[in-house]
Every structure is written in structure tokens, then in C-alpha cells.
């Protein structure tokens, strides 16, 4: 129908319009008008495929059928998804993105004329290795998404799974998977292309499942980094430029947030990826530290009363916020406390929760103004400055020792000045240690004040006793 | 002497790369959650393979065994661009309210 040039230059109009889409996430204020670029991209570019095919057969009404079809599952999904469920449905949706990719290759492999890539048996090598790379990284996309998911759900333990000579297993299967590439396009052989799928599938599975509930973070933002990938080897097969366009920008989009994440552990990506965070000095750690300091522990009672004679605080939230839903009881708790004339912030740490801006997510749900929440370099300087800070639900992040203790596990890792605060409380369900395995020395300081509470409990209770 | 397509289409693979790291060095944290959902609904462009595959087969018979494939991939990317668009509208919206409230 429209020649392949003009096509061309329509999906280059919607790569454009996707890299729009992104760049209006630098600012709240441009970021809803980025997102109706990106609906305007995805738009032209179904268009333009229906048109460059120009085949108007009841194809068309099956193929029109099936996109309603998921449309309203989507839809359904998009407005039903409670906020606190985001991090396992990014990490659902990056599974679909795997598999759509896979499903893609393995179509182009089997009828390769629709595509124009040659003809089944003697498809052309370019194209070979090019669908073979992206089904090979759609199907660890999918597959590794799929055991991310389940852990984020807690449907599977979260607890990182290790067995001997898991690294060894790893690369050779790592091997051969390009030895399955080579062998493909000597022979075109489907068997073969079939095993890699398989193999790729293995593979997702056995790079995900070492890695621990808190090193989420980086496993979603490198999924989500993989789609991209797979989107783009799908895009040079289809020698399609918004798919080729939109792949680069997923792909380096998931690299940063792996590497900001990483950064923000002090940890190298490759000590992520290979798991088992803490894992060997864990339980040595908590044995060395058996000998039980005093904690000073209180109720609501104490807390709304250092809170009332504050003057400002600052609310340190963490994954146990959003797995005990806090975040409306908080907003209405700090709503009190600007009743009375306090100054609260809230000072976000990068990898708090389960994925990049998880915290910023949760309280935006709960109305908190975006322009009263700080990343940790802009609010670290202001806890010494302030009377109280209220840490609900997060550990590791708050912990002195990584700035003291260069024998810590998690030494070198950017924490939030909390200690520095006259006061501190710390709402948590018991003095067990976080993820990583060590204990808080935050919770034996003089001017710490421990609240064992499921934190929503603890923080509407505080909101009774503030009146 | 013809340089290969190839080529070109790999200069905009690598030139994209480039715009994506420095777009998202500027994306402000507290929108990295709709960064990771709006990127998910835009790599679900692979929808324009999924509907040539669907459309390949012929008017006798519609469902061949790799226009299968391309139906599915047309759900599953469906799904994403449809419920990945709308949660991040859904999250941006949320932005909104707060700041209007404040006014």
C-alpha cells in the first residue's frame, strides 16, 4: 500500500516520538505530555505496519481481534494493579516483552518469505544470527522475568538459591548458546533453533534465582535492560528502525538503573549477578553479636510526644513501608505534624523498596508533594540538623557500619545519615537484621528509640496519640 | 561501491544508544518507576513483527503454524503497550494531583 521508503520514515517519526516519550520523565511537569508522545509513536507505528502490508483479508478482523484482546487484558491489569504491586508487575510485563520477542523470531524462522529474510532452510545469515540473538535474549528475558516475578509476589522464597558449581553450570551453558548460534547457521537446522530457545530459557531461570529479594532492584532494571536488547536483535531482523531505535533506548535505559543501583550497594554489577548477597559472613555476623547490647524501645505514646516537640523531621522510608501498606497513614500522620508547625521531608535511599523510585511511587499514591521528597545526596547534609527522623521499614540503608566497619559486608555503601538526628525512631517488627544479613548499630545508639510494630499499626496508633 | 543496510541500521542502533544514556541521565529519580513501565510499553513495538508474522498467511487458511506465533505475540504485546502505557498515565497522574492541591 505505502512504499517501503515511506514506511521508513514513519517508523523513524515514532522512534523519535519514543525518545520524546523519555526525555519528558526529566521533570514531573513534562512527563504526562512524554507519555502521550510515546502512545502517538506506538500508534503510527501499528498504522503504518498495517499499511506497508496492505493485506485486507480476515487476517486483518483476526488480527485487529487479538490486539483488543490483550488491549483489554492490559487495560484491566494497568487500572487494577495496586501501587505497592509494581515492582512484580514491571517484572511481569518484562516477561511478555521476552516472550513476544521469542515468539517473533520463532515466526520469522518458520515462514522467513513474510519477512523477506530468504526461504525456510535458506534463510540469510545476517538475519540469522540476528533473530537468533534476540529469541536467545527474549527467552532470558522472559524466563528470568518469570522467577523475578515470582519472588517479588513471594510466591517463591525471595531467600537467593545456590548449589555447588552453579558459576561452571552457567557459562557453559553461556557457551553454548553461541556454539547453538554457530551450528544454526551452518546447518538452518530447526532442531537446533528450538535447543537455543530451550537453553536461553534455562539459562533466565538459573541466572535469576541466586540473586536475593533486596538485590531486586538491579535484576528488574537489567531485565529491563535484556527486553531492550531483544527488541533491538528482533529490530535488525525486521530491519525495522523504531524497533531498532526503541530497543537502544530500553537497553541503555536498564543499564543506567542497573548501574545507578549498583552504585547505590557499592557493589559491582557482576557480584549482583553472580548472588548470594552476604551469604558466607552473614551468619557470623549475627552470632558476633549476640551479646546483647540494651535498645531503648517505647509506644506510640513516646514517639508522638518527641514528634510534637520537634521541630522538623525527616521520614526515612523502606521496602517494610510498602509490604505493610504505611504510606496513607504516614501522609496523614505528617499531615498532623505540619498542623503543628513541624517541618517534615522524607530522604529516599536509591535501592529503598524493590525497584528504582519504588518509595517515590508509593508516596505520590498516598498525595505526598513530589517537592517534599530528597534522593540521599541532596537530604544526607540535613539530618544533623534535625530533631527527629522517622525510619519505617528500611534497614540496611540507615546502617553506621558501612561507613565504620571495613570488615561489613556492606561497607562503602551510601547510607543515610540517620544517627545524626537528636533523635531516632525506627519503626520495625523486631531486632532481627535486614537483607543483608547484619546487625543495625543504629538500634543500640543512646538516641535511638525502637518501636516494634508492624508499621501501620504503629503509625496510625502514632496518629491517635498526636491529637 | 555499495555500503551495506546493515551498516546503517547499525549506525542508528549505536547513535539510539548514545540518546538513551544521556535521556535518561536526565530522567529525575523519583520517575524511575514510570521510566521502567514507559520503557516496557514502548519496547512492545516488536507488536509491528508480531503483526507481520500474523498477516502472513493466506486467505485460505489464516492460522498457519507461524501466523500462530504472530497471533500470540500480538496478545502478549498487546498487553504490555496497552497496560504499560495506562500505569504509567496512572503513576504521572498521581504526580499531578499532589501539585495542583498545593496551588
Known sequence: MISADLSAIFYLVSGILFILALRGLSSPDTSRQGNYFGIAGMIIAIIVTFLSIGNFSTSLAYVIIFLIIGGAIGAFIAFRIPMTAMPELVAGFHSLVGLAAVFVAIAAFLNPEAFGLGYIGDIKLASLIEMSIGAAVGAITFSGSIIAFLKLRGIMSGAPITFGGQHFLNLMLGIGIFILIFYLCNSQSSNVFWALIFISFLVGVLLIIPIGGADMPVVISMLNSYSGWAAAGIGFTLENSALIITGALVGSSGAILSYIMCKAMNRSFISVILGGFGADNAAENTKEKQDQKPVKSGNAEDAAFLMKNASSVIIVPGYGMAVAQAQHALREMVDKLKKNDIKVTYAIHPVAGRMPGHMNVLLAEANVPYDEVFELEDINNDFANSDVAFVIGANDVTNPVAKTDPKSPIFGMPVLDVEKCKSVLFVKRSLSPGYAGIDNELFYKDNTLMLFADAKKMTEDIVKNLD | ?103
Not at chain 2, 542502533?13 to 523519583?30: A, C, D, E, M, Q
Open chain 2, 1 to 103: 561501491m555499495e555500503i551495506d543496510p546493515f551498516i546503517f541500521r547499525l549506525s542508528i542502533f549505536i547513535l539510539s544508544i548514545f540518546i538513551g544514556y544521556y535521556v535518561v541521565w536526565s530522567v529525575t529519580p523519583s520517575l524511575h518507576t514510570p521510566l521502567m513501565s514507559v520503557t516496557n510499553a514502548i519496547s512492545s513495538v516488536i507488536i509491528v513483527g508480531a503483526i507481520i508474522a500474523a498477516l502472513s498467511g493466506s486467505s485460505g487458511n489464516v492460522f498457519d503454524i507461524s501466523s500462530i506465533f504472530g497471533f500470540l505475540a500480538i496478545v502478549l504485546a498487546a498487553i504490555n503497550i496497552f497496560g504499560g502505557f495506562l500505569v504509567t498515565q496512572r503513576m504521572l497522574q498521581m504526580y499531578k494531583k499532589k501539585k495542583d492541591k498545593k496551588k
